[in-house]
Nanobody, 120 residues
Framework: QVRLEESGGGSVPAGGSLTLSCVSTTPLNGMAWFRQAPGKEREGVAC???????DYARSLKTRFTVSRDTSKKVMSLQITGPRPEDTAMYFC?????????????????WGQGTQVTGTN
């Protein structure tokens, strides 16, 4: 059974940085970060496939960096200069299909989420 577990959330002041991690029990071909703020729909943030190809939500590309380690079980998301609008629950997602995607419907493994709070 595939399990995903996120960590690294917290409150970060403006100008700081935060790195989220997601550990999978098995290497997955596709992994992604999604986020959901209260009262809003879940949105794709960034994704990376097993070959290291990445994709980002257009508005976040300059401040977010996604990566995977050599084991292919750990995915990270670095958030530079968090803003109040980045406040959300951040979820790790995975799938067996190759390629990149920010469509939540294309992922079938999900973590429980980790809370990020961006402050002024």
């Amino acid at each position: 059974q595939v399990r995903l577990e996120e960590s690294g959330g917290g409150s970060v002041p403006a100008g700081g940085s935060l790195t989220l991690s997601c550990v999978s029990t098995t290497p997955l071909n596709g992994m992604a970060w999604f986020r959901q703020a209260p009262g809003k729909e879940r949105e794709g943030v960034a994704c990376v496939d097993i070959q290291g190809r990445t994709d980002y939500a257009r508005s976040l590309k300059t401040r977010f960096t996604v990566s995977r380690d050599t084991s292919k079980k750990v995915m990270s998301l670095q958030i530079t200069g968090p803003r109040p609008e980045d406040t959300a629950m951040y979820f790790c997602a995975g799938r067996s299909y190759f390629g990149t995607s920010l469509m939540s419907a294309e992922y079938y493994y999900w973590g429980q989420g980790t809370q990020v709070t961006g402050t002024n």
